[in-house]
């Protein structure tokens, strides 16, 4: 039986998710952080968190409020198998935008 799972490119939004995180991989993002950087609307940046999070790609962890009355947070952060992929989904071609390739160039 042949996989239906489809082996193309991500998407420009992807990317930039890709390049941030890769900034920073180690470390837990909000995602009202991601969307700051990388200037996605929620409706476009948390369907790829969780596309990745589903794929094994990103880690995710729920924060406690500081103060009472405020909701817990999300936090999430590449995985081993995920840094491997945004490393080899950021190799582009020159072309790449310059927005893209920024947060990974300050990064090494």
């Excluded at 200037?39 to 969780?50: D, E, F, H, K, V």
Aim: aromatic share 6%; with cysteine; glycine share 8%.
């Amino acid at each position: 039986m042949k996989s239906t799972k489809r082996n193309r490119r991500p998407s420009e939004q992807a990317l930039q998710v890709a390049a941030c995180l890769l900034a920073d991989p180690d470390g837990w993002h909000y995602g009202y952080s991601l969307s700051q950087r990388t200037g996605l609307p929620s409706g476009t940046l948390y369907p790829i968190l969780m596309r990745l999070a589903g794929n094994g790609l990103m880690e995710t962890r729920w924060e406690d409020p500081e103060r009472a009355g405020r909701p817990p947070r999300h936090l999430y952060r590449l995985s081993g198998r995920g840094a491997k992929w945004a490393r080899e989904a950021m190799k582009a071609p020159a072309s790449l935008a310059p927005a893209l390739r920024a947060p990974l160039e300050s990064a090494r």
